[in-house]
């Protein structure tokens, strides 16, 4: 894999690559045929905080918030320790005392998501977007346009990610979207997992777990009917899935045999946009909430602005002491990147839920992600849309050469 050179069939049982000596050999049946990739940016928020600090490379590494906080990003030592994402930030500490926490740095990911995002699509157009750090590619055709199978120009793809942006990816090949997925987990970190005609027997034996989508809700649910394994589900008809499953049945026994239909499209990108908090001391205030949610609001404002992207909605999400979550979502008359719009949607969703609870934690997110060209349009119903636009791109300019606390709204400084 590392210097992208096909071997041979009569050294297929060489454990050494016979131009560079590198271990790291990728055999398949179908190798040279496959042309649906997964491209996961290896602990990725950890990585280009490494990057930038050489000095943490060989430590465990935390991005996330305070003590109370929970942990963003766990870098691969950390994971070795028992750290995992979304873990309460103390109980990571315990685990893994001598860790480095570090604030998350958005715009610094978003910068280098995008550079990824560039090299994929030097591969081919059709490139999907998942999420910050991973994305799905169809390279069938691409092989004549570029000399080589999709899977050496992945290779090729994974040693110019780690020469030029200073981070590692995982690939997986594979003849579908959720087997290309499933194989980029194979061996993290650096890996390269391919699976093909083989996925139906290799996925028998694992627990409906793995499939992508079902939590832990729905293995206990398949647990009361003595579903555990998928080579349980794959024999299913749909008839049969749909009597003992419901309606879901015959996707997810089609799911186990690793059937899936879905095109890279790169017009249906999934994307999320949010900011959250996590307070030093439960707040069950309504001012002292809603103090927090102008904050977030702006968070989310500059980093829509900054994604080239619009919220045609809002999602509210609450987060109890007792870290039950409460999520409350409506929709704008029109998309929006301005703070004050996000807090006005935001705030009415906050007054229903202040009702003496305790909480940890406040979020506001975008849903659904609309084009930038779309938000605040002047129209007869808010003639003064235009200076208010105005208004922000001017605090933008300031904050941009001044800092972010040059230029602050009296919202943001009310204590009341």
């Known amino acids: 894999m590392d210097c992208q050179h096909v071997e041979p069939a009569a050294d297929a049982a ?43 490379a060989a430590l465990p590494v935390l991005v996330g918030g305070g003590t109370r906080g929970v942990v963003t990003a766990a870098c691969y030592v950390a994971r070795m320790r028992g750290v995992r994402s979304a873990m309460p930030m103390w109980q990571a500490l315990k685990a893994c005392p001598d860790a480095v926490v ?5 715009p610094k990911y978003t910068a280098a ?42 290779a090729r793809l994974a040693n110019r990610v780690e020469r ?24 993290k970190p650096r890996g390269f997992g391919v699976l093909g005609a083989d ?15 079902i939590g832990p809700a ?60 996590t307070f030093n001391a439960d707040l069950a205030d309504a001012a002292s909430l809603e103090r927090h949610l102008w904050q977030l609001c702006e968070k989310l404002g500059g980093r829509l602005r900054d994604g080239e992207a619009s919220a045609g909605g809002v999602v509210l999400k609450l987060k109890t002491q007792r870290f039950l979550t409460r999520t409350r979502a409506a929709r704008l008359g029109t998309p929006t990147v301005l703070p004050e ?22 979020g506001i997110g975008a849903s659904p992600i609309l084009p930038l060209q779309d938000a605040d349009v002047a129209d007869l119903a808010d003639p003064s849309m235009p200076r208010r636009v105005a208004a922000q791109a001017a605090i933008d300019r300031l904050r941009d050469r001044f800092g972010k606390s040059a230029v602050q709204r009296g919202r943001a400084l009310d204590q009341g």
């Open 218 to 277: 729905q293995e206990k649910r398949l647990a009361t009917r003595g579903i555990t394994r998928l080579g349980q589900l794959q024999g299913l008809s749909a008839r049969e899935a749909q009597a003992l499953l419901g309606d879901d049945g015959p996707h997810l026994a089609a799911r186990a045999r690793g059937e899936d239909g879905r095109r890279v499209d790169p017009a249906r990108e999934t994307r999320s946009i949010s900011a959250e908090t």
């Open 14 to 56: 060489s454990r050494r690559c016979a131009h560079c000596r590198s271990h790291r050999l990728v055999r398949h049946a179908e190798l040279l045929d496959l042309t649906v990739a997964h491209v996961d940016a290896d602990a990725f928020y950890c990585s280009v905080e490494k990057r930038d600090r050489p000095e943490l």
């Open 199 to 213: 996925a139906r027997q290799w996925l028998a034996g694992k627990p409906v777990r793995l499939l992508p989508g």
């Open 341 to 362: 719009r996000l807090f006005d949607a935001a705030r009415q969703l906050l007054v229903r839920e202040v009702d003496g609870t305790a909480f940890r934690l406040i």
């Open 113 to 154: 998501s995008r550079a990824l995002r560039g090299l994929m699509q030097q591969l081919t157009p059709l490139v999907q977007s998942l999420s910050i750090d991973e994305a799905v590619l169809d390279m069938a055709g691409t092989e004549a346009l570029h000399g080589a199978p999709p899977a050496a120009m992945l």
């Open 102 to 106: 570090i604030r998350p740095d958005f």
């Open 164 to 187: 030029e942006l200073g981070i590692t990816i995982s690939i997986g090949l594979a003849p579908n979207r959720l087997l290309a997925k499933l194989a980029a987990g194979l061996d």
